[in-house]
């Protein structure tokens, strides 16, 4: 079974950064992709950003600029590095991977097997 942990979640103003961390518990070598995703109430998931594994990444047309996804293989780990937040940017954000390569550049949640609980993110005016 694979467990994704999500930490670095917290409250932010506006401008402000915040980095998201996102542990696995089985080598990252064994993901194809590995991606985040947010969620707010009453709205459906939206797919933020996606790395492959072969280094290339794509990202939501609202966080283009602003975040920047990255892996580091030798810790296992995720991260969401995000910058110039705004309060729109306020949601649950969560990490999901998956081994097969349908998940390639993919932004939707149904393309991933796997996800983690999530880390809260709120941005403030």
């Known amino acids: 079974q694979v467990l994704l942990a999500e930490s670095g979640g917290g409250s932010v103003q506006a401008g402000g950064s915040l980095r998201l961390s996102c542990a696995a518990s089985?080598?990252?070598?064994?993901?194809?992709?590995m991606a985040w995703f947010r969620q707010v109430p009453a709205r459906e998931s939206e797919g933020v950003a996606v790395?492959?594994?072969?280094?290339?990444?794509r990202y939501a047309n609202s966080v283009k600029g602003r975040f920047t996804i990255s892996q580091d293989n030798a810790k296992n780990t995720l991260y969401l590095q995000m910058n110039s937040l705004r309060p729109e940017d306020t949601a649950l954000y969560y990490c999901?991977?998956?081994?097969?390569?349908?998940?390639?550049?993919?932004?939707?949640?149904?393309?991933?097997?796997?996800w983690g609980k999530g880390a809260q993110v709120t941005v403030s005016s």
């Open positions: 089985s080598s990252t070598d064994n993901f194809h992709c």
């Open positions: 790395i492959d594994s072969d280094g290339r990444t």
């Open positions: 999901a991977a998956d081994s097969w390569a349908f998940c390639s550049g993919s932004l939707e949640l149904k393309n991933y097997r796997h």
